[in-house]
């Protein structure tokens, strides 16, 4: 059975909602590690906001973690974070690959 091309609307929409969902989770993984840095090391909101962002953000840590709870908090985050970027990017490309692949008529097999 022949698949009709998308168009320009469909992948746009696909794109976005993509793109909503990578927005939705870096928001949870922020409130995450809010929590986390504000729970663990008793960080202010605003300290913990930072942390958390610049972890996710792919910079590391702004304050050193001091409690053994902390540093365990702050070692996993830092990797959950280092795989939602993949995750996110992955996401976020996925409609574009699957245009490139309509332009060059892959087809799927069932």
């Known amino acids: ?3 009709s091309r998308p168009t320009s609307h469909h992948f746009i929409r696909r794109l976005l909602i993509h793109f909503a969902a990578s927005l939705a989770l870096l928001a949870g993984s922020l ?9 663990y090391e008793h960080m202010s909101w605003t300290n913990a ?11 590391g840590p702004v304050d050193r973690p001091v409690t053994l709870a902390g540093k365990v908090f702050a070692g996993i985050f830092a990797l959950y974070a280092g795989l939602l970027f993949m995750v996110c990017a992955a996401l976020v490309l996925t409609p574009v690959l699957h245009r490139v692949l309509h332009r060059f008529h892959v087809e799927e097999r069932s």
């Open 1 to 3: 059975m022949a698949h």
């Open 31 to 39: 409130g995450i590690g809010i929590w986390g840095y504000q729970h």
């Open 49 to 59: 906001f930072v942390n958390a962002a610049m972890l996710l953000g792919g910079m």
